[in-house]
């Protein structure tokens, strides 16, 4: 057998893959960074918190007690009451529920609207791909916190339409990073050979060259999350996002603001809420960039 | 280069185009008759087509949309329902507040990020790399209006050391303004001087590892003088680039910070604009906001293509 039958039936043999050890390599590497994994467990605290709320916060997080008003934290209210004497322990619960929901929605509403847009740009050129990289250029150009300001003024406010405004917002991001990604990746062998076998756009573009980006959305979407946790934070803040007495934290820290002298613990919690989600999104999303990371393979 | 210049303004000028058409768009878009908006809720039909005829709401929407880029290409963007003063004037009178407020935060982030990014990058793999990254990280993930509220409550109520809100121009009396200044700068350059000192990290880092760097060391040159003679010099490139492209987060940034600080500026105008359906003033804020962005970001990009000719190169084959 000439050396280079050898090597073509050696590598035959060799396992194609071994996602047992990729496993163990990605495992290893979260435990080199252990405050991405911290990070990464305090996330899913916060979103244990949001799914479970009825039954972690027992008191109604709407129930008003004019004996409570504004009341420093005791045992029967650890984080104290607010100005309408109201659990401050149970309005950060079920805030965490709606900070969830706006920060992972719109992104996914993000993504669902600026990938394929970002993929038929960057797969197609041509006029299509001016179109619409002139289109989000133009989207681009509005501030993010601006424009979200501007849709929900549109739209008027609520949960629903800021997740649609902060999503709204985020989109040009995806159509950018898309269209990148699939102008080097469309440069690679394997989606060459792939058009050569007669493979058609559509097989091209969901199956040879979405996976391959993947990851890269996927990191940018773990950093954007926070971005528009605190976005949605902001539009309640400024009375433009979710109204009273729903307790959305931004919500609750525009209240706060109006009793720092007497009742400051209003003003804590919210805010190291808002603080310690978008920090852990921000940690687990550097160690999922490592994670992920092709050039360490 | 002149093909370079020629083909990045004729992307500008769409570009605007674009961005007149959603901010037109957009505002047709909010429910409500503007006419009634405009007449108050107490106005009769007979005022109502009053106002529709001298505004010309009745004509077919093209002509409502040249006729307004045309005025606004002149400077006129209508004038405020709420105060019936030119949008345009009330912009000039609010906006140099939130320039200088803005101008402040980038001293603020620059000084934090700059002297950080340095030793993290010059002491990589250190307590001091960790303290810088860590304290980065935490300046990306705060909430500016928190921390916001966090000073007032600390600087203001406890200590009594700053006032918690107001403005005074800096000609009335400099050091009142800066007292009132103070806090919202550094509110709203915290974000920036995060971004700025990660990306001065890594930028020093790659630069330290280049040859040049290295041939320095090995001429015996001390530390100190390849780090401030040599390094440096390239290693800040990206602050330029960050700056340009971190006014929109500054813009967006200034909204919510003058807000809790009662600094009566631009951003204070938007939200002011939005909560008293004042459409206009919010169609001539977001148009100016926008448009100001793609003007700086074609002077950014042009001042690049004199310095780095390989960028206008890559702009005349027409990658983008």
């Given at each position: 057998?000439?050396?280079?039958?050898?090597?073509?039936?050696?590598?035959?043999?060799?396992?194609?893959?071994?996602?047992?050890?990729?496993?163990?390599?990605?495992?290893?590497?979260?435990?080199?960074?252990?405050?991405?994994?911290?990070?990464?467990?305090?996330?899913?605290?916060?979103?244990?918190?949001?799914?479970?709320?009825?039954?972690?916060?027992?008191?109604?997080?709407?129930?008003?007690?004019?004996?409570?008003?504004?009341?420093?934290?005791?045992?029967?209210?650890?984080?104290?009451?607010?100005?309408?004497?109201?659990?401050?322990?149970?309005?950060?619960?079920?805030?965490?529920?709606?900070?969830?929901?706006?920060?992972?929605?719109?992104?996914?509403?993000?993504?669902?609207?600026?990938?394929?847009?970002?993929?038929?740009?960057?797969?197609?050129?041509?006029?299509?791909?001016?179109?619409?990289?002139?289109?989000?250029?133009?989207?681009?150009?509005?501030?993010?916190?601006?424009?979200?300001?501007?849709?929900?003024?549109?739209?008027?406010?609520?949960?629903?339409?800021?997740?649609?405004?902060?999503?709204?917002?985020?989109?040009?991001?995806?159509?950018?990073?898309?269209?990148?990604?699939?102008?080097?990746?469309?440069?690679?062998?394997?989606?060459?050979?792939?058009?050569?076998?007669?493979?058609?756009?559509?097989?091209?573009?969901?199956?040879?060259?979405?996976?391959?980006?993947?990851?890269?959305?996927?990191?940018?979407?773990?950093?954007?999350?926070?971005?528009?946790?605190?976005?949605?934070?902001?539009?309640?803040?400024?009375?433009?996002?979710?109204?009273?007495?729903?307790?959305?934290?931004?919500?609750?820290?525009?209240?706060?603001?109006?009793?720092?002298?007497?009742?400051?613990?209003?003003?804590?919690?919210?805010?190291?809420?808002?603080?310690?989600?978008?920090?852990?999104?921000?940690?687990?999303?550097?160690?999922?960039?490592?994670?992920l990371d092709p050039k360490d393979y | 280069?002149?093909?370079?210049?020629?083909?990045?303004?004729?992307?500008?000028?769409?570009?605007?185009?674009?961005?007149?058409?959603?901010?037109?768009?957009?505002?047709?878009?909010?429910?409500?008759?503007?006419?009634?908006?405009?007449?108050?809720?107490?106005?009769?039909?007979?005022?109502?087509?009053?106002?529709?005829?001298?505004?010309?709401?009745?004509?077919?929407?093209?002509?409502?949309?040249?006729?307004?880029?045309?005025?606004?290409?002149?400077?006129?963007?209508?004038?405020?329902?709420?105060?019936?003063?030119?949008?345009?004037?009330?912009?000039?009178?609010?906006?140099?507040?939130?320039?200088?407020?803005?101008?402040?935060?980038?001293?603020?982030?620059?000084?934090?990020?700059?002297?950080?990014?340095?030793?993290?990058?010059?002491?990589?793999?250190?307590?001091?790399?960790?303290?810088?990254?860590?304290?980065?990280l935490c300046g990306v993930s705060v909430?500016?209006?928190?921390?916001?509220?966090?000073?007032?409550?600390?600087?203001?109520?406890?200590?009594?050391?700053?006032?918690?809100?107001?403005?005074?121009?800096?000609?009335?009396?400099?050091?009142?303004?800066?007292?009132?200044?103070?806090?919202?700068?550094?509110?709203?350059?915290?974000?920036?001087?995060?971004?700025?000192?990660?990306?001065?990290?890594?930028?020093m880092i790659e630069v330290l590892s280049?040859?040049?760097?290295?041939?320095?060391?090995?001429?015996?040159?001390?530390?100190?003088?390849?780090?401030?003679?040599?390094?440096?010099?390239?290693?800040?490139?990206?602050?330029?680039?960050?700056?340009?492209?971190?006014?929109?987060?500054?813009?967006?940034?200034?909204?919510?910070?003058?807000?809790?600080?009662?600094?009566?500026?631009?951003?204070?105008?938007?939200?002011?604009?939005?909560?008293?359906?004042?459409?206009?003033?919010?169609?001539?804020?977001?148009?100016?906001?926008?448009?100001?962005?793609?003007?700086?970001?074609?002077?950014?990009?042009?001042?690049?293509?004199?310095?780095?000719?390989?960028?206008?190169?890559?702009?005349?084959?027409?990658?983008?």
């Amino acid at each position: 057998m000439s050396p280079d039958a050898a090597t073509a039936e050696a590598l035959l043999r060799a396992p194609v893959a071994e996602p047992a050890g990729r496993l163990r390599r990605g495992w290893r590497r979260v435990l080199r960074r252990p405050a991405s994994a911290v990070g990464g467990v305090i996330v899913l605290f916060f979103a244990s918190m949001a799914l479970g709320a009825p039954w972690i916060a027992t008191t109604d997080p709407l129930h008003t007690d004019w004996a409570k008003v504004r009341k420093a934290p005791t045992w029967a209210n650890p984080l104290g009451t607010d100005d309408l004497g109201r659990d401050n322990l149970s309005r950060v619960v079920w805030g965490s529920r709606i900070s969830m929901q706006a920060g992972v929605f719109s992104i996914l509403l993000a993504i669902s609207v600026g990938v394929p847009l970002g993929l038929v740009a960057g797969y197609y050129r041509g006029p299509l791909d001016q179109v619409i990289m002139r289109l989000t250029d133009a989207w681009l150009a509005f501030p993010f916190l601006i424009l979200a300001i501007g849709l929900v003024t549109i739209l008027g406010p609520s949960l629903t339409n800021v997740t649609v405004a902060i999503g709204l917002g985020a989109t040009p991001t995806y159509v950018r990073l898309t269209r990148g990604l699939v102008l080097s990746t469309q440069a690679e062998d394997y989606v060459h050979a792939a058009w050569a076998l007669g493979a058609r756009d559509l097989r091209v573009m969901t199956r040879h060259i979405l996976p391959n980006i993947f990851s890269a959305l996927l990191v940018q979407a773990t950093v954007a999350i926070p971005t528009a946790i605190i976005a949605e934070a902001v539009l309640s803040f400024l009375g433009l996002g979710v109204q009273p007495p729903s307790p959305s934290w931004g919500t609750m820290l525009n209240t706060a603001q109006q009793f720092l002298e007497t009742a400051p613990w209003m003003a804590w919690w919210p805010g190291l809420a808002i603080f310690s989600l978008a920090l852990s999104f921000n940690l687990a999303g550097d160690g999922l960039r490592d994670l992920l990371d092709p050039k360490d393979y | 280069m002149f093909d370079f210049l020629v083909q990045r303004t004729a992307i500008s000028v769409v570009t605007l185009l674009v961005i007149s058409l959603i901010v037109f768009t957009g505002v047709r878009m909010i429910p409500g008759d503007p006419a009634r908006v405009m007449a108050g809720t107490d106005a009769d039909a007979a005022g109502l087509e009053e106002i529709r005829e001298k505004y010309g709401l009745k004509d077919p929407v093209p002509v409502q949309y040249l006729r307004w880029v045309g005025l606004a290409l002149r400077g006129d963007l209508g004038e405020s329902i709420r105060t019936r003063a030119s949008v345009t004037g009330t912009v000039a009178k609010k906006l140099p507040i939130t320039i200088q407020l803005a101008a402040f935060a980038i001293l603020i982030a620059v000084g934090i990020a700059i002297p950080a990014g340095v030793l993290a990058a010059v002491r990589r793999n250190t307590f001091w790399d960790l303290l810088a990254s860590g304290v980065s990280l935490c300046g990306v993930s705060v909430p500016n209006f928190w921390l916001g509220i966090m000073l007032i409550l600390f600087f203001s109520v406890r200590l009594g050391w700053l006032p918690a809100s107001g403005f005074v121009p800096l000609w009335e009396s400099p050091l009142a303004n800066l007292q009132r200044m103070l806090m919202p700068a550094f509110v709203l350059g915290t974000a920036l001087a995060a971004v700025l000192m990660r990306q001065i990290r890594n930028s020093m880092i790659e630069v330290l590892s280049a040859d040049y760097i290295r041939t320095a060391r090995a001429k015996g040159l001390p530390g100190r003088a390849v780090v401030f003679r040599h390094a440096i010099r390239n290693g800040l490139i990206p602050v330029v680039t960050i700056l340009g492209l971190q006014m929109g987060a500054l813009m967006g940034g200034a909204v919510v910070t003058e807000q809790i600080f009662v600094v009566p500026g631009f951003g204070r105008l938007i939200v002011e604009a939005v909560f008293t359906r004042d459409y206009p003033l919010v169609q001539g804020v977001v148009l100016i906001t926008a448009s100001s962005y793609v003007l700086i970001n074609l002077l950014v990009d042009v001042s690049y293509s004199v310095l780095n000719p390989r960028i206008r190169i890559r702009g005349a084959t027409g990658e983008s």
